[in-house]
């Protein structure tokens, strides 16, 4: 149990497109989920929180505007990174903590390597 | 600045050696926890501590959490290839419904 997809694995885009991933919780529902942001040789750093329902709340130094997320269902965030440059590309990792749960727990994806050229 | 600093950043070892990874923070933490996550991969969870002195093994490796609920660390006995990885803490500050994670322990065991 307690599985996180998420889709696509990996995506390789041109500057200036937009970019979108997806996460899913498989065998439970989730009312919150958190993006983070890997660089190369970097420890995880988290972007955003997605809260089911309810606007996100994003971290210091990260733009709302340029990564997008909607959680519009108990299963589902999306991330969009708009406009993407190569600075963007990264490691992108959700997570998800199980809706009732009390605790920290959250159980992650397995990640979203993303590539602007 | 990093909530959770980890040390030694990288670390070389020769198959069957002994280990420990430090995780340090100026912060109380409410719980901690360790991942290792390998390259492509998200981070797989392999404990949690919550009680300030609480030591926890799994198998050749074992966790401790401080007195005062500040740092943690890692202790992995006999290292096998297989350990290869990147360690990650991360803490649960009281009050906030994230995690810290710290800047990660790069581990390569050669056989």
């Known amino acids: 149990g307690a599985v996180v997809s998420q889709h696509p694995s990996w995506v390789i885009c041109k500057s200036g497109t937009s970019v979108k991933i997806e996460c899913r919780s498989l065998?439970?529902?989730?009312?919150?989920m958190f993006w983070y942001r890997q660089f190369p040789k970097q420890s995880l750093m988290l972007m955003a929180t997605?809260?089911?329902?309810?606007?996100?709340?994003?971290e210091q130094g990260v733009e709302k505007d340029k990564f997008l997320i909607n959680h519009a269902s108990l299963t589902l965030s999306t991330l969009t990174v708009t406009s993407a440059h190569p600075e963007d590309s990264s490691f992108y990792i959700c997570?998800?903590?199980?809706?009732?749960?009390?605790?920290?727990?959250?159980?992650f994806g397995p990640g979203t390597r993303l590539t602007v050229l | 600045t990093q909530l959770l600093e980890q040390s030694p950043q990288f670390l070389s070892i020769q198959e069957g050696e002994n280990l420990t990874v430090y995780c340090n923070s100026s912060?109380?933490?409410?719980?901690l926890q360790w991942y290792r996550q390998e390259p492509g991969e998200g981070p797989v969870l392999l404990v949690t501590v919550v009680t300030g002195g609480e030591v926890k093994k799994l198998k050749r490796l074992t966790f401790q959490f401080g007195d005062a609920r500040k740092d943690s660390s890692l202790h992995i006995t006999a290292a096998q290839p297989g350990d290869t990885g990147l360690y990650l803490c991360a803490g649960e500050v009281i009050g906030a419904n994230n995690l810290f994670f710290g800047t990660g322990t790069r581990l390569t065991v050669i056989p």
């Open positions: 912060s109380v933490f409410s719980s």
């Open positions: 997605s809260n089911e329902g309810s606007k996100a709340t994003y």
């Open positions: 997570s998800a903590h199980p809706s009732g749960q009390g605790g920290d727990t959250q159980y």
């Open positions: 065998d439970f529902q989730a009312t919150t």
